[in-house]
């Protein structure tokens, strides 16, 4: 059976964080274990671009909402690739597909009776001429008193409220009072499909059971009918046969699901449509992974739209808890909401993917991101457990022996691997029930009893006196290294590649593991190359990614540069260059890797921040241009740069060299 996945939609208002990644990683370790068992799945999402908040926010920054979205719709795949989150498609609600399948899925909810048409009261601004959603009005508290807070929810104490009881209401974008107005709007009848829904969230393979309890208040107190409807104008599709009414963006994200599975089917030609994942009848599972926050919509209303579509129901909701990070709510001011792409800057994706996944278990809990333990978990398991072994095994194998491993033995050795074989089932069980923590545990286990092995056989102490006897507990241990590999690829799929290739034997997955038997690898062939799994953490590259955001007119105060004295500037050694070669860095999308002659006898390696003003490098070639010169060597990428090449414009692609003029390399420029 085909198994389609989805983690929930981001929001194109801004970047991913790590509170985002949890959902992700989660769902990509399910997604790359379901792979190794052999399952025919595909993994998708795609950017929520419609709404209120989008259009405010692209307004004030003075463009168009599809340009807004855009720029994230581009960092947020970059962001996940860097992460090893890897879709099958990643598309956007701002799309042909999603307003045919919006405006297919609000014909059958008209046809089936589920659309009523009611007048509600709403705030309107005269002078923008506009009714005001509830993040266009903007007042004061009436639980907190806090001023200049959106007419949904108070940012200070959490409180939610009706625009309504706003103290003092304003429009957000001209500061004039609201006045009140009527309007028709266009409601989903949620309250008819009750019966379905409780019957529906009672099933503990469909959802969670302690969060099918939580859900019950609802319907005690009445299902709410949705009002699917905003008044123009409005960031979204426009409703067929209304004017000027668009479809609330609660209505047309989740069929992003469906959308980006038509555009997925059509681009690489495994499927027809998206019907052969969501028709009614459809024989395909499809499961949703997300956060807590957002149960009620993915549990009853979905569910309840698709039903009176007459589509596929998804057949479970998989749902984490929230992330905190040292005990508190991440805080810009405190330097704990902590983008990827500012984590992505510092350290290792494995470091964070392997963390989260020895946190996590199948229920809603809350994880919480303690930096310090962070660093000693990764130390003490991943690096000095797991890499240590493979390590010191493989590096053994590799020098005196020749990289060649033993004949398949009948000693102690043999014991140790296929008892670590034994567990795999049990690892594969965590997995499908989505404990990683168990999982986690289970391959530290196997770990450390290798690890017990060979510090009991001390096998370095043998290579010279009996090599052979050193060979065959090296080589066993090497059998354990490459089934932790295995077990480890859907956490860390880098670092289970580095040692496939470490070990010269081809990648293994769950389902060649339920029919394997000692020996796993096939001791004829020799051993690649080893080298270090992954390094240790260090508290300075930890606190790295923690950098406290100073308020807002601090930053404007440090906008402008202030003025230097002569004597500072005059420190600065400013040279002529040639660009010999140029080349990307990999895994950073700004960055050029330069080989300059600045008239040292060897060139030097800078790394640039120009690659978008030079998507070919070879331009590059050949060309003069200006180098800070007296720069102190830093990594950048894990690549040592030594100097600073000088450039003119705003950035990105708009980026000019500094040109010298025909001068020789090494010229100072004065």
Not at 58 to 64: H, I, T, Y
Not at 416 to 435: F, H, I, P, W
Not at 502 to 513: N, S, T
Request: glycine share 8%; hydrophobic share 40%; with cysteine.
């Amino acid at each position: 059976m085909k198994t389609l996945v989805t983690s929930a939609l981001p929001y194109a208002n801004g970047p991913i964080h790590l509170g985002h990644m949890v959902e992700y990683v989660q769902t990509d370790i399910y997604v790359r274990f379901l792979r190794s068992c052999g399952e025919d799945v595909i993994y998708l999402c795609a950017d929520d671009t419609h709404g209120t908040p989008i259009e405010l926010n692209a307004a004030k920054q003075g463009v168009a909402p599809e340009q807004f979205v855009r720029r994230f719709y581009e960092e947020h795949q970059r962001d996940f690739a860097d992460f090893d989150v890897k879709f099958d498609h990643f598309w956007s609600t701002h799309s042909p597909e999603n307003r045919r399948y919006a405006e297919l899925i609000y014909s059958r909810l008209k046809e089936a009776g589920d659309i009523d048409r009611r007048e509600v009261e709403q705030a309107y601004c005269e002078k923008d001429g506009r009714f005001l959603p509830d993040r266009f009005i903007r007042g004061t508290c009436p639980n907190c008193k806090a001023t200049d807070q959106y007419g949904d929810v108070c940012e200070r104490c959490n409180k939610a409220y009706a625009a309504t009881e706003l103290i003092d209401p304003r429009c957000a974008t001209c500061g004039t009072p609201p006045v009140r107005r009527k309007s028709v709007h266009l409601f989903f009848r949620l309250s008819r499909h009750a019966d379905f829904l409780r019957e529906l969230i009672r099933r503990p393979e469909f959802l969670h059971p302690g969060l099918s309890a939580q859900l019950q208040q609802f319907f005690s107190k009445g299902l709410a009918d949705w009002d699917i409807s905003r008044d123009g104008p409005y960031f979204g599709f426009p409703i067929p046969g209304e004017e000027n009414k668009f479809f609330y963006v609660w209505l047309d994200a989740p069929i992003g699901y469906i959308a980006t599975t038509e555009k997925w089917a059509k681009e690489t030609g495994k499927a027809p449509d998206a019907l052969a994942f969501w028709a009614e009848d459809a024989q395909a599972r499809v499961l949703h992974f997300i956060g807590k926050d957002i149960v009620y919509f993915h549990a009853l209303f979905w569910p309840a739209v698709l039903r009176a579509a007459h589509l596929k129901r998804p057949d479970r909701i998989l749902v984490h808890g929230h992330l905190t990070v040292n005990g508190e709510k991440m805080s810009k001011t405190r330097g704990t909401f902590i983008t990827a792409r500012s984590y992505l800057d510092a350290l290792d994706p494995s470091y964070l993917r392997y963390f989260y996944a020895a946190n996590l278990g199948a229920g809603p809990e809350d994880l919480d991101l303690n930096l310090n333990e962070l660093r000693l978990r990764v130390n003490g398991e991943l690096v000095n457990n797991l890499g240590n072994l493979a390590n010191r095994t493989l590096s053994l194998i590799a020098g005196q022996l020749g990289g060649k491993l033993s004949p398949a033995g009948h000693g102690e050795g043999r014991t140790v691997v296929s008892d670590a074989l034994a567990r795999a089932a049990e690892v594969r069980g965590a997995y499908e029930r989505l404990e990683y923590r168990a999982a986690i545990k289970a391959i530290n286990e196997i770990g450390q009893a290798a690890n017990q092995f060979l510090t009991a056989k001390e096998p370095w102490k043998k290579l010279k006196a009996e090599p052979e006897a050193a060979r065959a507990d090296l080589s066993d241990a090497a059998e354990v290294v490459y089934l932790l590999a295995a077990l480890l690829e859907p956490v860390v799929p880098r670092l289970s590649a580095k040692l496939f290739a470490q070990l010269g034997a081809p990648a293994l997955g769950f389902a060649a593991l339920g029919k394997a038997s000692y020996p796993l690898l096939d001791r004829a062939l020799p051993l690649g190359a080893p080298s270090p799994l992954i390094a240790r953490l260090e508290e300075a590259q930890v606190s790295a990614i923690t950098k406290p955001q100073a308020p807002l007119e601090a930053k404007a105060a440090e906008a402008g540069p202030s003025e230097i004295e002569y004597a500072d500037f005059a420190k600065v050694a400013l040279k002529v260059g040639k660009v010999l070669a140029a080349e990307r860095v990999p895994k950073a999308d700004k960055l050029l890797k330069l080989s300059v002659d600045v008239g040292e006898g060897s060139p030097r390696t800078i790394v640039a921040g120009i690659a978008e003003a030079f998507p070919e490098t070879s331009k590059l070639v050949g060309r003069s241009v200006v180098v800070v010169a007296n720069l102190k060597p830093r990594a950048l990428r894990g690549v040592e740069s030594k100097g600073m090449v000088l450039a003119a414009g705003p950035g990105g692609k708009e980026l000019s060299l500094v040109d010298p003029g025909a001068m020789p390399p090494g010229t100072l420029v004065k």
